[in-house]
């Protein structure tokens, strides 16, 4: 199984990693249910929903948990939508726990972006606005929530596509701002690896069609429990609806991504590097609770049972 998650891994980051982007395990507070959240807005955009990427960047990454939490909360129920940002209430979490994307940085500035899209799709849907903020994210989010108050999007594959393809546009956006933002100090070699594991987990979202299909092909003669189990893990760590995934992903992601890679200039150390994120990820997945382990044995026992 070791082999298995080291070899897989090995090919998400092939398919995720692009090379021009790489310049130069503590639990995650869950988000606040519904009825435990106590509206307190920091600027009176919140409940326009027109906030600028210049406003968003300008608070600290507590105010935006609280703006995600008001807007589930608050304004994306009506859109079938009040529980699919946990994802992002992760990341922001665990920017708070390591004091990162502090306001007038480089990672701030992505991160806003991803924020303003939310919301300003969010406005949109609920014709509020017709303001996109030039962010490509946000008609994509448009597309996202429509299809969601009709009902669609039900299925993980077509919703995860949709879901990571948004935020996707979004993030690109703000890294090409964040790029020619003046007087905005550069990313350490750090922090861009760290962003490029996140693509790597809406790249992973995007294909989880292909990426099973083909752990099925590969091993469902031989040992089909491991597709079972990888089938349950990329259900739980790819669900938006839990901060919890995402801000252990987070965490192990920003371990590991004090490795540097050569962007191809040494393969060998390179392929050494990977397998040693890939083998210090799995040491650290395995002293995690495993929540998708009942999921798994009920997979097994009924593929048993109609064996």
Same mark, same amino acid.
């Given at each position: 199984?070791? +082999?298995? +998650?080291?070899?897989?891994? /090995?090919?998400? !980051? +092939?398919?995720?990693?692009?090379?021009?982007?790489?310049?130069?395990?503590?639990?995650?507070?869950?988000?606040?249910? *519904?009825?435990?959240?106590? @509206?307190?807005?920091?600027?009176?955009?919140?409940?326009?929903?027109?906030?600028?990427?210049?406003?968003?960047?300008?608070?600290?990454?507590?105010?935006?948990?609280? /703006?995600?939490?008001?807007?589930?909360?608050?304004? !994306?129920?009506?859109?079938?939508?009040?529980?699919?940002?946990?994802?992002?209430?992760?990341?922001?979490? @665990? /920017?708070?726990?390591?004091?990162?994307?502090?306001?007038?940085?480089?990672?701030?500035?992505?991160?806003?972006?991803?924020?303003?899209a939310v919301q300003r799709g969010a406005a949109i849907s609920l014709g509020l606005s017709k303001e996109t903020g030039d962010n490509p994210g946000t008609m994509k989010w448009v597309d996202y929530f429509t299809q969601r108050k009709a009902g669609r999007l039900t299925s993980r594959a077509g919703h995860d596509l949709a879901w990571a393809a948004a935020e996707q546009a979004a993030i690109d956006h703000?890294?090409?701002?964040?790029?020619?933002?003046?007087? *905005?100090?550069?990313?350490?070699?750090?922090?861009?690896?760290?962003?490029?594991? +996140?693509? *790597?987990?809406?790249?992973?979202?995007?294909?989880?069609?292909?990426?099973?299909?083909?752990?099925?092909?590969?091993?469902?003669?031989?040992?089909?429990?491991?597709?079972?189990?990888?089938?349950?893990?990329?259900?739980?760590?790819?669900?938006?609806?839990?901060?919890?995934?995402?801000?252990?992903?987070?965490?192990?992601?920003?371990? !590991?991504?004090? *490795?540097?890679?050569?962007?191809?200039?040494?393969?060998?150390?390179?392929?050494?590097?990977?397998?040693?994120?890939?083998?210090? /990820?799995?040491?650290? @997945?395995?002293?995690?609770?495993?929540?998708?382990?009942?999921?798994?044995?009920?997979?097994?026992?009924?593929?048993?049972?109609?064996?």
């Amino acid at each position: 199984m070791k +082999t298995f +998650t080291v070899i897989s891994f /090995f090919a998400v !980051l +092939t398919w995720g990693v692009n090379p021009s982007v790489l310049r130069q395990f503590e639990t995650v507070t869950p988000a606040l249910a *519904i009825n435990e959240y106590d @509206f307190r807005p920091v600027d009176v955009c919140w409940e326009s929903l027109n906030c600028s990427i210049d406003q968003i960047e300008a608070m600290s990454i507590t105010d935006r948990l609280e /703006f995600m939490k008001y807007m589930g909360t608050r304004r !994306l129920g009506p859109l079938k939508c009040n529980e699919q940002f946990g994802a992002l209430e992760g990341v922001l979490t @665990f /920017f708070i726990r390591k004091d990162l994307a502090t306001r007038g940085t480089w990672l701030s500035i992505v991160n806003a972006a991803a924020v303003e899209a939310v919301q300003r799709g969010a406005a949109i849907s609920l014709g509020l606005s017709k303001e996109t903020g030039d962010n490509p994210g946000t008609m994509k989010w448009v597309d996202y929530f429509t299809q969601r108050k009709a009902g669609r999007l039900t299925s993980r594959a077509g919703h995860d596509l949709a879901w990571a393809a948004a935020e996707q546009a979004a993030i690109d956006h703000g890294i090409r701002r964040a790029d020619t933002a003046p007087g *905005i100090p550069k990313p350490s070699g750090r922090i861009l690896r760290w962003q490029q594991f +996140t693509r *790597i987990y809406r790249t992973t979202m995007q294909y989880r069609r292909t990426i099973l299909w083909l752990i099925r092909t590969a091993f469902s003669f031989s040992t089909p429990s491991i597709a079972v189990t990888a089938e349950a893990f990329m259900d739980w760590v790819t669900d938006v609806t839990d901060a919890t995934s995402s801000g252990f992903l987070a965490d192990i992601a920003w371990n !590991l991504s004090i *490795i540097g890679l050569s962007s191809g200039e040494d393969p060998a150390a390179d392929s050494e590097a990977i397998m040693k994120i890939a083998t210090e /990820f799995w040491e650290a @997945f395995q002293q995690k609770d495993q929540p998708w382990a009942d999921a798994n044995e009920c997979r097994a026992t009924a593929r048993h049972d109609v064996e």
